[in-house]
């Protein structure tokens, strides 16, 4: 069986959802950030829009973020930023930024998409946000059946954690406009090759549609 959303059918897909929002920090969306996904700026007004959709519904909100480990890891090959003396996405180093006054956690979200203190936040220390984490749990324990998932970095994180997702039983669908890479191809890709086997692509305004019309009385 199936965790998380157990034993969900394509008949569950948005029955029930969370948004969960993937990796929204300053260290990948601001400008001059060691991974800076120019694109991902172009997504805030969707995220917005979205948060305040399932605000309204009454449906969970959740933000991932991905914290580097302050030692060497796999990843560090990957992405050798998080090396010192950089340090990207170090929880507590701060940095400044070409867009904002001031220097910022690193890892934090971003202030235009700053959770509320009812929204659960998830650590990771990869790039899929169900492994090594309780986000499969707290999904159940807010009685979640379906997942949208927006964010960034599309081929990366988004995908590892919307497959992660189809997975452990989550009818899982990506918001096209609300996810970003730095990659235009992949980030095409990627969205095909999801809508292919893993779940489901729509735009913010078709999500915000169905999600208004499943909770006006």
């Avoid at 001031?102 to 929204?119: H, K």
């Avoid at 730095?182 to 095909?192: I, K, N, Q, V, Y």
Wanted: charged fraction near 25%; glycine fraction near 8%.
């Amino acid at each position: 069986m199936p965790e998380g959303g157990g034993q969900a059918t394509v008949a569950d897909r948005g029955r029930d959802p969370a948004l969960l929002i993937v990796d929204m920090q300053n260290d990948f969306v601001r400008v001059g950030a060691p991974l800076e996904v120019p694109a991902a700026r172009d997504t805030i007004a969707a995220h917005r829009k979205l948060i305040a959709a399932f605000r309204a519904a009454g449906r969970p909100v959740l933000y991932t973020r991905f914290i580097s480990q302050p030692f060497e890891t796999l990843l560090w090959h990957w992405s050798p930023q998080c090396r010192p003396p950089v340090r990207c996405c170090w929880q507590g180093h701060r940095r400044s930024y070409g867009d904002c006054e001031g220097p910022r956690d690193c890892a934090a979200v971003i202030d235009e998409l700053q959770p509320e203190a009812s929204d659960a936040v998830v650590d990771k220390h990869g790039y899929g946000a169900f492994h090594g984490t309780e986000l499969a749990a707290r999904l159940a324990a807010l009685g979640v059946v379906s997942l949208f998932v927006i964010g960034t970095v599309t081929q990366i994180c988004v995908e590892e954690t919307a497959r992660e997702a189809f997975h452990h039983g989550f009818p899982t669908t990506l918001v096209a406009d609300a996810v970003s890479s730095f990659d235009a191809a992949l980030h095409a890709a990627t969205l095909r090759n999801f809508a292919m086997k893993f779940g489901w692509v729509e735009d913010s305004d078709a999500v915000v549609r169905r999600l208004r019309e499943k909770t006006t009385p």
